[in-house]
DNA sequence: AGCGAATTTGATATTCATTATCAATACGAG
DNA sequence: CTCGTATTGATAATGAATATCAAATTCGCT
């Protein structure tokens, strides 16, 4: 698996130590699709290291972040969600203000006009966050 | 003023009641261009009305919200800010990650492009937030 | 103007996500 | 294998936001 591969070499060029904890925490979540609280991430980890702890959750998905192989995002409950950084990719949320799905969606036009408008406003861009909120299929009636 | 008009005919549409607290938060927030934390707010209502309570003001903010004259932001420190929403105008932020700075900006082609993502979506949308992090003129060397 | 039911206020307690602490343990370069 | 250092995990601390509740205020009504 090569992210996790990505993983070993940031902690190494930082030399900081691989280990149970991070490699476990590193494979189960890297491979995921899904958005993933603190607390859901350390119920799933606890399956395979049970005496696996709290903080060391928190501060492996620290490192991720830190890797760019991790993203956070705030959503509408209050809670901090991280999801994997897939290989290239980019990709925006919807999220649905009654059931709380989740879909993602890739625009390059607005990714364009977001480098245009910073330009314009003479911003160095690193990143972006774009939400929309809404009703999905389901929920709108 | 014409928003606060808004806001005491929405408490007396809710049958909520209007408070020397209430009208003097309100007349101060509205009638600012800023993104105030809880705190921020907090103090400079103290200078008009010196025991205003804490709560009050986060109650009154929640209500500003329903009555649709303020908009809530989390940027990049935690805190979450609120800023008046100004007659009919929307705008999206640029944050700058060194100095905190905060630009606005608004872009009819993104908004409408935002809207045809939500359609092929299938998804019935109410409102979004995009927020562009980098570096401001004076912070990128 | 004054009453009184119902709302609001403000001090403070509580909740809850996240961070800090620190002794015990694990890592890994040599 | 050894030893210095990083890491772990239990738990305390922090801090923003919410809940509580007695006292004060509002406002429709007489
Ligand atoms: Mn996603
Ligand atoms: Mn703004
Ligand atoms: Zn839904
Ligand atoms: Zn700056």
């Given at each position: 698996m090569n992210k996790e591969k990505n993983f070993q070499g940031y902690l190494h060029d930082k030399g900081l130590k691989s280990t149970r904890q991070r490699d476990d925490i590193a494979s189960f979540f890297l491979q995921q699709d899904k958005h993933f609280t603190v607390e859901e991430?350390?119920?799933?980890?606890?399956?395979?290291?049970?005496?696996?702890?709290?903080a060391t959750v928190y501060r492996t998905l620290k490192l991720l972040m830190e890797a760019g192989l991790a993203t956070e995002c705030q959503f509408v409950d209050g809670l901090t969600r991280f999801e994997p950084v897939h290989e290239g990719?980019?990709?925006?949320?919807?999220?649905?203000?009654?059931?709380?799905?989740?879909?993602?969606?890739?625009?390059?036009?607005?990714?364009?006009l977001q480098i245009e408008v910073a330009r314009e406003l003479d911003?160095?861009?690193?990143?972006?966050?774009?939400?929309?909120?809404?009703?999905?299929?389901k929920c709108k009636e």
């Open positions: 991430l350390y119920n799933e980890i606890k399956k395979s290291y049970p005496q696996i702890g709290y990719e980019h990709h925006d949320h919807l999220v649905c203000l009654k059931c709380g799905k989740i879909i993602e969606f890739e625009n390059d036009k607005i990714e364009q911003f160095e861009l690193t990143n972006h966050k774009c939400v929309l909120y809404g009703y999905c299929n």
